[in-house]
């Protein structure tokens, strides 16, 4: 045989054995334990492709924001502050920053003393912070079922227990809230906080109705708890009344003038301006803003200077009416999301079996729906990638024990072009329709939608499926699958 | 080899292994360069051959999995365009990715694999397959295990406790293939054999591989009561691996004697991994699969095993990379 060179590496003591490699796991915290890589988010990252239409991302859109504008700002910012944008900031923030999200928190009627405020680097920041000053290992955090994707990771990082509570139409039931807070109790156990998303929560969609807000602060008052209010979206309400925050809530109740002692607030630029600047805050009571500001002087002293100028500019930004440049700019972003999410629920109607149902959120960027219960949306996904290039988030990624929530997938509308809002549910349904026929076959029961997957299915002569004498889907994914137009003949009205 | 090589290291590629397939493509690379070769990356897609004939590589080493880099695609075009490659050829990698193909070759020649059953989804909606289930519980008893057939890691393994689970089972597990195997569930220790091709006599150079011989049997202990599961195979910590597994002679024996009788049956060349399960109640060994592109991470059981065996990493890949040109005409 031709050996290689054998021994080239021994000479410069670089060679890896096993042993050595082994030796990383010994090293690692325990706390990497709680940080898993799931399938699901394996699976997830195949699906950013360009032929693939994603309604998986969390994403906001940024499309519709001025390049003059964002020129203009930029070229102040650098022109004006220099020294300062190219400098370290305070760790709590710089001021003209926090003028800014006072302005932003009023109008959602919340009224906030500068002093308690810190910005963060995006609003993930907040809830990583928060973790890291309240969670010991094996600590409670109580949680919505679903609850932020995103969070997930971050309290299996602090190795969080968390208890997650089903929500209904309106919400975190309160009662079984208490049941849980009571259970809990009796081991001897007490939350550190609860966390949760009040306005069209992420992913479920649903908001907690003014009710069970006044009840939540009750309770947390009752009992002593913290309550970590996360509320991205609640100024991208498209339709009802807008309810006070949490923090509002509690402050009344407090009554000392507008600060709330048990409520940490977390807000964010992502959603009602661009997530690219990764800025977010958290107003909190003092003691607790201590330890999120020492947490941030350890994770990144401060956050950008140059993002805090650019949107501290942005804000003094009048239009000829004399108007505030940033709220017609969410103006703007509420009708567009508002069109794309009436058109989402009505593609949904469309090409989702009976057996399915979804929420209707009132603002937002995301749509919850539920399938059959035997459908696993983590296959559907898996499924859905190979056959018909779509993505979506599978209920999974919102529960902590990976395994909940399996029959049920997140959908964004906000960020993504109406044609491929049409064409990515029109796909999914696709899919669907091919497990819910299938199940239909095994089960022996009648399905009604049985016959319009096949229909489908024919009708588009796919020659990925049902090779003659191969049945492997090995062909499909070697062609690489274009992004199919939406084309009306194709697309099924199904008789309901 | 009088010098050293122009390597192309495959890897990545559109299988749902993607991730753990960059992983062993880079240990991969790292052991390469230390060795002394040209290491030249390709990131399997759309324009691989085109890639690969520009690069102009003396020999393609393969660190996919799953779809395209297993199941003997990638091989028969490295074929086609004449490159020299690593591992096993066209016919063995179907025959390994194919678990159906496999357990029926098994049975066959008289190698223990767990009783089972198989199902096209086309045989569902066509032939009426699902009047059959009956008669496969009846045979097989619960719980069972459904597999896609062509799947390399855990995605898409069901388990069916009872019947009423079997029917989501099959939907999930033909989510990802569209051919399914309904399987026996064993009860035991999760062992894997990793079987490498001995290394040639020194006075033929380029001659035919020496005997195939067994590593140390690796087993592997999941940390959590959970079926092991994706997410445990892969990631540091999830899974304790234990090399050479705590075994009888006897039976360390018996599960070597078994993995080369499989890598020989199925016509594997240069490196294979064969799991199997040591029955708890009766300490049968049954044999589940045979893996043709074993992983190279660092957390993979076939560096581990090499590693006990006194091989290290480097030689490892070095003598992987001489079954590019071992291969049987």
Same mark, same amino acid.
């Given at each position: 045989m031709e050996r290689p060179i054998k021994g080239a590496g021994d000479g410069r003591g670089a060679r890896a054995t096993a042993h050595e490699l082994a030796r990383y796991e010994a090293l690692f915290a325990a706390r990497t334990h709680g940080m898993k890589s799931s399938a699901m988010r394996e699976m997830m990252a195949l699906t950013e492709r360009p032929d &693939?239409?994603?309604? *998986?991302?969390g994403l906001p859109d940024t499309t519709t924001f001025a390049p003059e504008l964002y020129a203009r700002l930029m070229a102040k910012v650098a022109a004006e502050s220099t020294a300062r944008a190219l400098q370290y900031g305070p760790t709590e923030g710089m001021a003209a920053m926090v003028e800014c999200i006072v302005e932003v928190m009023a109008e959602e009627g919340t009224l906030v003393d500068p002093g308690e405020v810190i910005v963060t680097t995006g609003g993930q920041q907040v809830i990583d912070l928060v973790c890291k000053a309240l969670i010991d290992p094996g600590d409670v955090i109580v949680a919505e079922a679903p609850t932020y994707p995103g969070a997930v990771p971050t309290f299996g990082a602090y190795q969080a227990e968390v208890a997650q509570i089903e929500m209904d139409a309106d919400g975190l039931p309160i009662d079984a809230l208490e049941g849980t807070l009571d259970r809990l109790q009796a081991q001897g156990r007490r939350p550190k906080f609860i966390y949760t998303i009040p306005n069209f929560q992420n992913p479920g969609g649903v908001t907690m109705s003014l009710a069970r807000r006044r009840r939540l602060v009750e309770v947390a008052r009752e009992r002593e708890l913290l309550v970590l209010e996360d509320n991205p979206y609640g100024l991208l309400r498209y339709e009802g009344e807008p309810l006070p925050t949490l923090y509002s809530l509690d402050a009344e109740a407090v009554g000392r003038g507008g600060a709330s002692d048990l409520v940490i607030y977390l807000g964010t630029f992502s959603k009602i301006l661009s997530p690219g600047l990764r800025l977010g805050w958290a107003v909190a009571p003092r003691p607790v803003?201590?330890?999120?500001?020492?947490?941030?002087?350890? *994770?990144?002293?401060?956050?950008?200077? &140059?993002?805090?100028l650019f949107v501290a500019a942005y804000f003094k930004e009048r239009d000829a009416q004399g108007r505030a440049a940033w709220r017609e700019y969410v103006e703007r972003l509420k009708s567009l999301y508002r069109r794309r999410r009436d058109l989402m629920l009505a593609e949904l109607e469309q090409h989702f079996g009976e057996e399915a149902s979804w929420t209707r959120p009132q603002g937002g960027l995301f749509i919850w729906a539920t399938l059959d219960e035997r459908i696993d949306t983590t296959d559907l996904l898996a499924l859905a990638r190979k056959n018909e290039g779509v993505a979506f988030v599978p209920g999974r990624a919102a529960y902590m024990d990976g395994r909940s929530g399996s029959s049920s997938m997140r959908l964004n509308f906000a960020g993504v072009p109406d044609d491929d809002i049409r064409e990515g549910v029109r796909r999914i349904g696709r899919a669907v329709r091919e497990q819910v026929g299938l199940l239909g076959s095994l089960t022996g029961s009648s399905s009604k939608i049985l016959s319009p997957s096949q229909d489908v299915t024919a009708s588009q002569g796919d020659s990925e499926q049902d090779l003659p004498g191969d049945g492997e889907t090995g062909l499909a994914d070697v062609v690489e699958l274009p992004r199919r137009?939406?084309?009306?003949? *194709?697309?099924?009205?199904?008789?309901? | 080899m009088s010098a050293a090589k122009r390597v192309a290291v495959l890897k990545g590629g559109r299988s749902l292994e993607r991730k753990v397939s960059l992983r062993s493509g880079a240990q991969a690379q790292d052991a390469l360069g230390r060795l002394g070769h040209e290491v030249l990356p390709v990131d399997v897609g759309p324009s691989f051959v085109e890639q690969l004939q520009a690069v102009e590589p003396d020999v393609a080493f393969i660190a996919l999995h799953g779809r395209d880099g297993e199941d003997g695609t990638v091989q028969g075009l490295l074929e086609a365009i004449g490159v020299p490659y690593t591992g096993s050829g066209p016919a063995a990698c179907v025959c390994c990715t194919d678990k159906v193909l496999a357990k029926h070759l098994m049975r066959e020649a008289g190698v223990p694999t767990p009783e089972f059953a198989f199902?096209? @989804?086309? /045989?569902?909606?066509?032939?009426?397959?699902?009047? /059959?289930?009956?008669?496969? @519980?009846a045979k097989l008893g619960f719980p069972l295990v459904v597999k896609p057939a062509s799947?390399? #890691?855990a995605l898409g393994v069901k388990f069916a406790r009872a019947g009423e689970e079997l029917p989501g089972?099959?939907?999930?597990?033909f989510s990802y293939d569209r051919k399914i195997l309904i399987e026996r569930y064993i009860k035991g220790r999760d062992l894997a054999v990793s079987v490498l091709d001995g290394e040639? $006599? #020194?006075? #033929?150079? $380029?001659?035919?591989?020496?005997?195939? =011989?067994?590593?140390? =049997? =690796?087993?592997?202990?999941?940390?959590? @009561?959970?079926?092991?599961?994706?997410? #445990?195979r892969y990631e540091i910590g999830m899974t304790t691996f234990v090399c050479p597994a705590e075994l009888g002679a006897e039976t360390t024996a018996r599960a070597q004697q078994?993995?080369?009788? =499989?890598?020989?049956?199925?016509?594997?060349h240069g490196v294979a991994r064969v799991d199997l399960m040591l029955e708890e109640q009766t300490g049968a060994l049954w044999v589940l699969e045979t893996n043709v592109s074993p992983g190279l991470t660092e957390t993979s059981l076939l560096p581990q095993a090499a590693d006990a065996a006194g091989i290290g990493f480097d030689d490892l890949v070095s003598r992987i990379l001489g079954s590019a040109w071992t291969r049987p005409a």
């Open positions: &693939v239409i994603s309604l *998986a991302g803003l201590e330890k999120l500001n020492l947490g941030k002087q350890g *994770a990144d002293l401060c956050s950008s200077s &140059v993002t805090q137009e939406a084309d009306g003949s *194709a697309r099924q009205r199904r008789d309901r | 199902l096209r @989804e086309r /045989s569902i909606k066509e032939l009426g397959a699902a009047a /059959s289930l009956g008669a496969v @519980e799947q390399g #890691s089972a099959l939907v999930g597990a040639p $006599g #020194s006075q #033929s150079p $380029g001659g035919a591989a020496g005997d195939p =011989v067994a590593l140390p =049997v =690796v087993e592997a202990v999941p940390r959590e @009561e959970d079926f092991y599961d994706y997410e #445990s078994l993995a080369l009788a =499989v890598y020989e049956l199925l016509g594997c």
